[in-house]
């Protein structure tokens, strides 16, 4: 058994997230860390590495949303190689990550298997909060990828950190 987060979990695909705690940054402190891309809708946004407000370990991702009203930028990582596509294919899986983000409804925890799950918000109250999305895998997944979300609904950029993040059955 491995621990994660607040409570124990049984995790049954052990290693699916690579660097979920955010440690490691090779591509320089602007780039997304090992293991990670960044995507979203629109111009604008980024990740960087954090040192200050971090839930584990040394650093933390930071995500900076776009300026335009219903833009968005993800942090993500595909899992789905670790075991072949058809091994996820129907199966449950929770991702869970800290999350501290002072805006409501700004920064949440998703998954995309060919189809964009709605996932779970962060409640915006500028405090660490361990935040998960249950998601059942479509028979016809294309692909499984855990990601983050930062979006501005408002047009005003929003900041959000992401720490810990893990996937289990």
């Not at 990740?47 to 991702?61: D, H, L, N, Q």
């Not at 979006?151 to 810990?164: E, I, K, M, P, Q």
Request: with cysteine; hydrophobic share 40%.
């Amino acid at each position: 058994m491995i621990v994660f987060g607040p409570a124990t979990i049984q995790h049954n695909v052990e290693g699916t997230i690579y660097n979920g705690d955010f440690e490691q940054w090779s591509n320089g402190t602007s780039a997304a860390p090992d293991g990670w891309a960044l995507s979203g809708y629109g111009a604008g946004g980024a990740v960087a590495r954090e040192g200050t407000i971090k839930k584990i370990g040394a650093y933390s991702a930071k995500l900076t949303s776009t300026t335009v009203a219903g833009e968005y930028k993800f942090l993500y990582q595909d899992v789905h190689d670790s075991f072949g596509i058809a091994y996820w294919r129907g199966r449950t899986i929770t991702v869970g990550a800290w999350l501290w983000c002072d805006t409501a409804n700004a920064l949440r925890i998703c998954v995309h298997d060919g189809v964009w799950s709605t996932g779970t918000y962060h409640p915006g109250d500028g405090q660490w909060h361990w935040v998960t999305a249950t998601y059942t895998i479509k028979a016809d997944a294309s692909r499984v990828s855990p990601y983050a979300l930062i979006w501005s609904g408002d047009g005003v950029a929003r900041v959000g950190y992401v720490d810990g993040m893990t996937l289990v059955e």
